[in-house]
């Protein structure tokens, strides 16, 4: 412990050395990078290694029966693991990271840097029906947020770290360092400044470099060729169909996931929900895992291949009933994904959707070449549908376009990407305002994305209330109350009763005509004061405040504590204050400020 203590003591000193070069974050960035791409790797080969396991199993038994029974051998021993070794502290899906940096000043627990790892490889490496990315993030915020709270950095810079952290496991998953610094600026900061992008650039290129030195497999081969202007219609459907579909999986993810069976207890409806995916995998194999083997086989051209382990692949040999069967796969892979969540696994909706997206693509372009009226080139259709669905369902066009170029070197498919996306975001947007982490964030947690709540929790009431009033009483007479305002500046004046608590409040501003009327002098305050239209409590949350401000359109409220007036709070003073935390971290954030 005294050595820990000490390493601290003499890190902490070397983070205020380069600190005062503006130098600490990069080199943390670095760090968060390198520690990211380590978890990438070691996810990827653990989960990797438990699906060959598990396929190569199956083809030794008849009719790979076995898929019925190891995707809820996989979710239980995720539940048991969470519950009795994890004790349920981890947090789940990004919509928490969200929630960590809207409310927590970026602070997530420690055990989320390892957490994630074993129970997501557990799940899906024994056939859970979900994608690695949600959970890698979840490692990469952890451990940027841990890097940030042991040097004590602050919550921006925590923020930074932890989308530094983000991008570099996204970035090491697909080995696409663009796109891992566009998911982090899209989906968790939601701006783009010079102090927030050289960090996550070199984080999110260190997870590559080591993702690529240690393992080199490709998530899909370079197959898209260029494409051609008759195509250019059925792209335009593609984004159409697209943005449809992110709807509907936005909508059935989310009611999935919120659990299955939620009247049995964790174990039962791990097991009910892991075979009721056990046999949705034995009819649609293409369900196991992320799927992407067989998103590669359909890559490849071998698109009878999808169909090979099905229990009905004697029935699909027609190529009406094999383009029935992919527009099957369009809608159930979702549905896979939500039960496997639902029922307590881990993962994420990443992978689902993509591959949704991809035999949407697979769909039209088959669908069309079966007619002959046309050909259709089948790997644009499904690297351009991925691109579309994550468009859609993320509402990041920009992380879409770039990861599916990175991934399937298609490059050369920009122009469809950008329309396909543009499209299925825009049609995606009309019916979801907000993405899927945010929606719940929203409806459910009214936690806004453009609410910056860590600058303002970071100002109080009490720095804020001005404690400089003069109180009056309802029995005064106008002709008294003059001589109050004669000789105090306020335009507000509180009524109090005996207890100190407010009566009311007069607004000279509002009555300054009729005030000093000669038949007015022998009124008193009560006939001019007014109830105030909100009482704001001492320990309320600023955001809150500032809410009661834009709901009431008032610039003054009064504050109580403990049942007595104290003073008021300015709606100007709060806007002053926020500004200068703006500055203040703005300039603590300028990496190269002098």
Known sequence: MYILKTLTYKLNRLRSTLNSQRNFLIYCSVFVGLMGGLAAVVLKFMVHFMEELSRNISAHLPYHFIYVFLPALGILATVAYLHLINRDKIQKGIGNILVNIKRNRSNILFNNVYSHLISSSLTVGFGGSSGLEAPIVCTGAAIGSNTGRFFKLSAYEKTVLLAAGTSAGIAAVFNSPIAGVLFSLELLIGEITIPTFIPLLIASATGVVVSKTLYSGQLFHLVTEGWVMQALPFYILLGVLCGLVSVYISTVAGKLEKGLFVNQNRYVRAVAGGLLLGVLILIFPPLFGEGYHDLQQALNGNIEAIKDESLLSQYLNHPLALLGFIALLVFMKIIAAGITIGSGGNGGTFAPTMFTGAFLGLFIAYGCNLTGLIHLNTSNFIAVGMAGALSGVLHAPLTAIFLIAEITGGYVLFIPLMIVSAISYIISRHFNPHNMYWHDLVHERNIHPDHDYD??????????????????????????????????????????????????????????????????ADHTVAEIMITPPAIIKYHEPVDAVMKQFDRLDVWQLPVEQDGRFIGFVSKSALLAQYREAFIAQHKQADLFAH
């Open 455 to 520: 600058m303002l929790s970071s100002i109080t009431i009490d720095s804020v209330i001005n404690r400089n009033f003069t109180a009056v009483s309802k029995e005064l007479s106008i002709r008294d109350f003059y001589k109050v305002i004669s000789l105090s500046p306020a335009n507000i004046f509180p009524v109090l009763g005996a207890d100190k608590r407010i009566d009311g409040v007069v607004l000279v501003d509002e009555i300054r005509r009729q005030l000093f009327t000669d038949d007015f």
